[in-house]
């Protein structure tokens, strides 16, 4: 059994850029770097969306292998688009189809917390979770009783979570994860606690990358991380090993594509009483997209993909055959993924509208992310400091893909065969 806590903390959206970036003011995370290691930057999964990419970093598996495809898919069954962010619609053992690290320390006998964590609704293997719902009767549905009970006694305003969960309010929900991951260190003492701080990603959505919220975000968040620190019992933070990590970095954007106006415009896809019907459907993930066949053949889709591709601000294209070089599965062998996809050009962002004759605008947000990895400022971030991690390392890129195995040798257990490596180089 080894002799110290974890803490996993992800800052949604938290860009590698901002680490050289004089304006960024992160006090508490650079005294943390002092005495750790820290990564040029991580190569995100694609999409570079939040569900698919902190599955990864808690898998050591790319989306091909775990099953978290995207943060928008399409029910092929219902026709209906699913927004999987908040855990609305499934399970954790419905969704992930391998195990996670808390998985595999729970099973060793060690203690898990999760507060705000993507896709974990209903996980067993987590001994105290709240997860990232989005929606009010979601958060009041699913959240576990005790875990609820025991909110309510700290004085947690539960009839707010909802309202709070939107993204100009994040920020009032990131103070209390914060303040809930403190009092679940003291009670509950767990081996391992992943938590989830959002704002950073919402002012940026919002913003932009480099605004002045977005800079004033990362210092409001490195406060709390500094607060919950402090918090430790006397003592703590030196058996304490912290990971600071994120899920992928930021672009710009300018400017909206709605493929779905232009199948439109072909007869391709109908919109009747808000019902969309036809050959097939776009959806939008930020810097990513997805086409979806409905009951057009697979030439039809072919045909309409190529029309979608020469769309200015289309910068990629893959039918589902070259999804490998994606790190995707096929649709025949996973029935969320879309039959082909998209990538948005940097500057610009997928949008799901069907109305209307314009094939672009401005876009809903002025930045994202869903981009592959290969765009520089879509580099995520790493960090590890405490008593297992050698001083001073500075390393090269990582992938999201090696966190999860080295999170599970800090922690002695073994999380099985994986894409990623154990970050030998960062270990005492």
């Keep these: 059994m080894h002799g110290h806590r974890i803490i996993v903390i992800s800052i949604d959206g938290l860009a590698a850029f901002y680490w050289?970036?004089?304006?960024?003011?992160?006090?508490?995370?650079?005294?943390?770097?002092?005495?750790?290691?820290?990564?040029?930057?991580v190569e995100t999964v694609f999409p570079s969306t939040t569900w698919p990419t902190h599955v990864s970093l808690m898998t050591g598996v790319s989306p091909r292998a775990h099953g978290v495809v995207a943060n928008h898919v399409l029910n092929r069954r219902t026709g209906a688009p699913e927004d999987?962010?908040?855990d609305p619609v499934y399970d954790a053992p419905d969704l992930l189809r391998v195990p996670t690290v808390y998985d595999r320390a729970h099973d060793a006998g060690l203690r898990t917390a999760a507060i705000d964590w993507p896709a974990t609704r209903n996980a067993k293997t987590l001994d105290f979770n709240l997860p990232f719902f989005k929606d009010q009767r979601v958060f009041e549905t699913q959240t576990?009783?005790?875990?609820?009970?025991e909110l309510r006694e700290l004085g947690y305003p539960l009839h707010l979570q909802g309202e709070w969960a939107q993204l100009p309010k994040r920020l009032f929900k990131d103070e209390m994860v914060g303040s809930v991951a403190a009092h679940v260190v003291r009670r509950h003492e767990p081996d391992l606690l992943l938590l989830h701080f959002l704002c950073v990603d919402?002012?940026?959505?919002?913003?932009?990358?480099?605004s002045p919220e977005a800079y004033w975000a990362l210092e409001y968040v490195d406060g709390l991380i500094g607060r919950l620190l402090g918090a430790l019992p006397a003592g703590a933070l030196d058996h304490t090993t912290v990971f600071v990590l994120s899920d992928h970095g930021f672009l710009p954007s300018t400017r909206e594509i709605r493929p779905n106006v232009r199948l439109r415009r072909l007869g391709a896809l109908r919109v009747e009483a808000g019902k969309i019907t036809g050959e097939a459907r776009f959806v939008m993930n930020h810097g990513a997209g997805a086409l979806y066949r409905l009951d057009g053949d697979i030439g039809a889709v072919t045909r309409?993909?190529?029309?979608?591709?020469?769309?200015?601000?289309?910068?990629?294209?893959?039918?589902a055959a070259q999804y490998a070089t994606l790190g995707l599965p096929t649709p025949e062998e996973h029935r969320q993924?879309?039959?082909v996809m998209f990538e948005a050009a940097p500057g610009y962002a997928f949008g799901d509208d069907a109305a209307g004759d314009d094939e672009h605008g401005p876009p809903k947000f002025a930045g994202t992310h869903g981009q592959r990895p290969i765009y520089a400022d879509n580099a995520a971030f790493f960090l590890a400091a405490g008593p297992d991690i050698k001083r001073g390392v500075r390393l090269p890129t990582i992938r999201s893909r090696d966190v999860a195995p080295t999170i599970a040798a800090s922690l002695g257990i073994d999380l099985g065969p994986v894409e990623g490596v154990t970050l030998q180089q960062v270990l005492n």
């Design 20 to 41: 050289n970036d004089p304006q960024a003011r992160m006090p508490t995370l650079r005294r943390l770097a002092e005495r750790g290691a820290v990564a040029a930057g």
């Design 304 to 319: 309409l993909a190529r029309e979608i591709e020469t769309m200015e601000g289309v910068s990629g294209m893959w039918p």
């Design 84 to 86: 999987l962010t908040g």
């Design 337 to 339: 993924v879309a039959d």
């Design 202 to 210: 919402s002012l940026q959505h919002l913003h932009g990358p480099r």
């Design 144 to 149: 576990a009783r005790a875990v609820w009970d």
